[in-house]
């Protein structure tokens, strides 16, 4: 029997669904993803097969599709649109796999090879019925609840790839012949003058989608969430001119007439025979897992090169008598599934919440979250930045969160459902002291930065080296946060000088280190000696300095003298001044002060003098296309189109030029972008020469 809190968190799941279906199938606004809202449907139909009690009728999870719109004629499906169940990992796919062929024994049907399946693309879009009479189009309906759809002829018929009158006869006998199916052309003639439906997808490319979201952002418009949301809206527009103006395209993938076909992937031929679009050559017929394995590792390693959203593959028994007798569960056929790719978005739980002491003194708070596989990775904490982050989201301990992969890789907490709170969530308290060291906390000057002042605090000491080894720093491999405790520990390391200085016996004798996995460290460490001067002057953990910053301030350096090593690199840095480093591009007061004070701290020298005998080298990379613009000066101002900034400066400084960093009277070129800044009046009074970004082009060709 289920307790209190279950039924609770039943009925606040379904109203959570509930309510995420209205968004989605009517208003077409979702505000999660799909990834999001799969893992509270998961969850419910859990909750729900534990507690088969507490299951009822009126449960999300006993509909197919949603509440159909009020604003279209409402059209009764002959055949139930079903929708597909879907699996996530390669795990529960061969769960499916062995369960269809176990009911294909238990019911005894006959199939010549019950490990043929038909692979195609899981299209992100809208499911769509078209009927032709006579071979023309009399009705497009959406799929709506499964059962009982809206009437969108109007629309569809606006849609180039909605063919509005069947293929002749020659081109429907070259089709047929092609795929190899000749035979049935008989059976189609005959049948085309009567009713005949297809299904597919409406879907709306990923150029148009962003074309579009730019014209509403320029409007000021509410911008669609995603192109299947932008699919959605633009077929149920009351208007038909603005539906054609969106440029839709609908993709073929059923055929509910039988032609006497006898496998699905027959169907896709009479598709492609009847002039719809199919995207055939992109399926396959797969025999065996292996087969299906290696279709969804291709399909998923070329999804980012396709012109349209999809978000795994589908995969059905090919033989449709065996399909049509294994019938359906739920919202979905039995003999047919949606193979999805990882998701990088989903629903977990927030466990505690605990400060974490950066390399700065920084404590940011970080929450603990129940385990949850994003983008293939487990993830079991995010990140949440400072005490601000937690009130503009709202957050409390024990919330239900919409988690996602920023970048696909920092986990991040995106929204939290609070319609899923059941009381017994807490609030997150900033603690007046430091947890590791009990110093008192101070704030920064903005009030939303909590520091602890103590620079000999040991969570500072952590959290630098784990900055220093990390792959965009120096790149050591195997030196995880738990092996540099402890190294901190046993006092083998005291700063990020002794790391080059570990031999494989300090590593060997540590619990649980034995001597491959020493010598693969040791090995790992040698190689980081050699180091580009961007990616060493990011490791340094100056304060407020990230990548391109660091590139920045390298350049700068290398105009002063040549660096080899860190003594060298110490020696630029010490002849440049603090106005000399606020001059440098999108660098601030702040900025400028806390690089100058670095490079002009005593302790640092004695660390680089360390660094420079563990034998740490610098490699500058210094490329010298050609002599093209050498001595000549450029600055930069404005949006250029073709490149970045820094890409340009990089150009100039290849061609042997010169980068100023203000508008003087030497200066021979000021090159102008889109919406430039003063730099612009002040170069027209000194009558610098100003060129614009072809112009620019054409000089460094």
Same mark, same amino acid.
């Given at each position: 029997m289920a307790n209190i809190d279950i039924q609770k968190r039943i009925e606040k799941l379904k109203e959570e669904i509930n309510y995420h279906n209205y968004l989605y199938h009517v208003l077409d606004n979702p505000t999660i993803s799909d990834e999001a809202y799969d893992d509270l449907f998961k969850e419910l139909r859990k909750l729900e097969a534990k507690y088969p009690e507490l299951k009822t009728d009126d449960s999300p999870t006993q509909k197919v599709g949603g509440k159909v719109s009020d604003n279209f004629k409402k059209v009764k499906h002959q055949k139930k649109m079903l929708s597909l169940n879907d699996v996530k990992t390669k795990e529960d796919f061969v769960d499916w796999e062995t369960r269809v062929k176990k009911l294909i024994k238990e019911n005894k049907l006959k199939i010549n090879d019950n490990s043929e399946y038909y692979c195609e693309y899981k299209y992100d879009g809208l499911s769509m019925s078209l009927i032709y009479e006579n071979g023309k189009l009399v009705l497009g309906a959406t799929r709506g609840d499964g059962e009982v759809g809206e009437d969108v002829t109007n629309n569809v018929k606006t849609i180039r790839t909605v063919p509005l009158k069947i293929a002749n006869d020659d081109q429907l006998k070259e089709s047929l012949r092609k795929n190899k199916i000749e035979y049935l052309f008989s059976e189609i003639k005959k049948t085309m003058n009567k009713r005949i439906e297809v299904r597919g997808e409406v879907i709306i490319e990923k150029k148009e989608f962003e074309k579009i979201n730019k014209s509403q952002q320029a409007k000021g418009l509410m911008m669609y969430a995603n192109p299947r949301n932008l699919a959605a809206g633009s077929i149920r527009q009351l208007n038909p001119n603005v539906t054609r103006e969106r440029k839709l395209i609908f993709i073929s993938h059923n055929l509910v007439t039988d032609f006497g076909q006898n496998k699905h992937s027959e169907a896709h031929y009479i598709l492609e025979a009847l002039g719809f679009k199919t995207y055939n050559e992109a399926n396959k017929i797969c025999f065996g897992l292996k087969d299906i394995f290696a279709f969804y590792d291709r399909v998923l390693a070329n999804r980012n090169n396709l012109d349209f959203e999809i978000d795994g593959i589908v995969v059905q028994v090919n033989d449709l008598d065996v399909f049509e007798s294994l019938g359906s569960i739920g919202k979905g056929p039995r003999a047919g599934i949606a193979f999805k790719f990882p998701p990088m978005e989903g629903v977990t739980k927030v466990l505690d919440i605990k400060l974490q002491v950066g390399r700065t003194g920084v404590l940011t708070p970080v929450a603990f979250l129940s385990p949850i596989v994003i983008g293939g990775a487990k993830v079991t904490r995010s990140t949440l930045h400072n005490k601000e982050e937690i009130k503009r989201l709202d957050l409390k301990i024990g919330d239900s969160v919409v988690v996602t992969r920023s970048g696909?890789?920092?986990?991040?907490?995106?929204?939290?459902?609070?319609?899923?709170?059941?009381?017994?969530?807490?609030?997150?308290?900033?603690?007046?002291?430091?947890?590791?060291?009990?110093?008192?906390?101070?704030?920064?000057?903005?009030?939303?930065?909590?520091?602890?002042?103590?620079?000999?605090?040991?969570?500072?000491?952590?959290?630098?080296?784990?900055?220093?080894?990390?792959?965009?720093?120096?790149?050591?491999?195997?030196?995880?946060?738990?092996?540099?405790?402890?190294?901190?520990?046993?006092?083998?390391?005291?700063?990020?000088?002794?790391?080059?200085? $570990?031999?494989?016996? #300090?590593?060997?004798? &540590?619990?649980? /280190? *034995? @001597? !491959?996995?020493?010598?693969?460290?040791?090995?790992?460490?040698?190689?980081?000696?050699?180091?580009?001067?961007?990616?060493?002057?990011?490791?340094?953990?100056?304060?407020?300095?990230?990548?391109?910053?660091?590139?920045?301030?390298?350049?700068?350096?290398?105009?002063?003298?040549?660096?080899?090593?860190?003594?060298?690199?110490?020696?630029?840095?010490?002849? $440049?001044?603090?106005? #000399?480093?606020?001059? &440098?591009?999108? /660098? *601030? @007061? !702040?900025?400028?002060?806390?690089?100058?004070?670095?490079?002009?701290?005593?302790?640092?020298?004695?660390?680089?003098?360390?660094?420079?005998?563990?034998?740490?080298?610098?490699?500058?990379?210094?490329?010298?296309?050609?002599?093209?613009?050498?001595?000549?000066?450029?600055?930069?101002?404005?949006?250029?189109?073709?490149?970045?900034?820094?890409?340009?400066?990089?150009?100039?400084?290849?061609?042997?030029?010169?980068?100023?960093?203000s508008v003087t009277k030497d200066l021979d070129y000021l090159v102008v972008g889109n919406e430039p800044g003063s730099k612009l009046e002040k170069a027209r009074k000194l009558n610098i020469r100003i060129i614009e970004e072809p112009e620019f082009l054409k000089l460094i060709k």
């Open positions: 696909d890789v920092i986990p991040k907490v995106l929204k939290v459902l609070t319609g899923l709170r059941l009381g017994s969530e807490k609030e997150f308290k900033i603690p007046q002291k430091c947890p590791l060291c009990g110093s008192n906390i101070v704030e920064d000057e903005s009030g939303i930065l909590i520091r602890c002042p103590n620079k000999k605090c040991p969570g500072r000491n952590e959290g630098y080296l784990n900055h220093f080894v990390s792959r965009q720093a120096f790149d050591i491999k195997g030196l995880g946060s738990k092996i540099l405790k402890k190294l901190i520990d046993e006092c083998l390391i005291t700063d990020v000088a002794d790391l080059f200085d $570990l031999e494989e016996g #300090d590593l060997k004798v &540590l619990e649980r /280190f *034995g @001597e !491959k996995s020493s010598q693969n460290i040791i090995n790992s460490i040698e190689r980081a000696k050699n180091i580009n001067i961007n990616k060493f002057i990011f490791a340094l953990g100056i304060l407020n300095i990230g990548k391109e910053s660091a590139e920045i301030i390298a350049d700068r350096l290398l105009q002063v003298g040549d660096i080899k090593t860190p003594n060298d690199l110490l020696k630029s840095a010490k002849k $440049l001044t603090q106005q #000399d480093f606020d001059d &440098l591009p999108d /660098f *601030g @007061e !702040k900025m400028a002060e806390g690089v100058f004070e670095y490079f002009n701290n005593k302790s640092i020298e004695k660390l680089f003098a360390k660094l420079d005998k563990t034998g740490v080298k610098i490699l500058t990379n210094k490329k010298i296309v050609n002599q093209k613009l050498k001595n000549k000066t450029f600055l930069f101002t404005g949006e250029l189109k073709s490149m970045s900034r820094l890409e340009a400066q990089a150009k100039v400084k290849e061609r042997s030029g010169v980068v100023k960093e």
